[in-house]
């Protein structure tokens, strides 16, 4: 007497035992890891001094371009503008977060105490317009944009809720 056969997957699906042994061993990888590996580097290597100088342009830094205009570099992803109206102020790119943005903002109240009157989004990649509620706190700055930047916003914002709920 023989045993029943056992029934086929059909073509192309995989089995599911490697699956799950795959996901099994990749779970247990990070298990008890604490603090993140240390960077693999040989005893008494040093960056290339190319690379370090390229390092010190990020510092954190307002740079001044004219008398008007100034340039957060650093602070964030992506760079922030200052540009000053005789009444008031333009920021232009707000950076990824309300916090990075609330640093940038104190930085150019060292340099103006106009108020902010606009914000500009250059285009609506995250780290360009997240940032907005450090700038614009209490929601009164005109916001400018192209018109397919604020769907594309929405959409980003619909994949990502928790950054629309800090935002």
């Known amino acids: ?13 995989p089995h599911p035992l490697p699956c799950v042994c795959l996901a099994a061993a990749l779970a247990t ?17 040093e960056a290339h001094p190319a690379i370090v100088a390229q390092s010190a342009e990020f510092e ?6 004219t ?19 005789d009444a008031g102020a333009v920021i232009v790119d707000v950076t990824e977060s309300v916090e990075t943005a ?6 150019f109240a060292r340099i103006t105490a106009k108020p ?15 940032g907005g509620g450090g700038f614009a706190p209490d929601g009164k ?3 400018y944009t192209r018109d397919t930047d604020t769907a594309d ?5 619909g994949l990502f809720p928790e950054v629309e709920e800090t935002r």
């Open 1 to 13: 007497m023989s045993s029943p056969r056992p029934e086929r997957r059909p073509r192309g699906r």
């Open 29 to 45: 990888l990070g298990c008890g890891a604490d603090e993140p590996p240390a960077p693999v580097v040989p005893d008494g290597a």
């Open 60 to 65: 954190p830094r307002v740079y001044r371009v």
């Open 67 to 85: 008398d008007r205009v100034h340039v957060a570099v650093g602070f964030a992803l992506a760079n922030s503008i200052l540009i000053e109206g």
């Open 102 to 107: 609330r640093q940038i903002r104190a930085a």
């Open 116 to 130: 902010i009157r606009a914000l500009v989004y250059t285009h609506n990649h995250a780290d360009h317009v997240f």
């Open 141 to 143: 700055s005109v916001v």
């Open 153 to 157: 916003v929405y959409m980003i914002e």
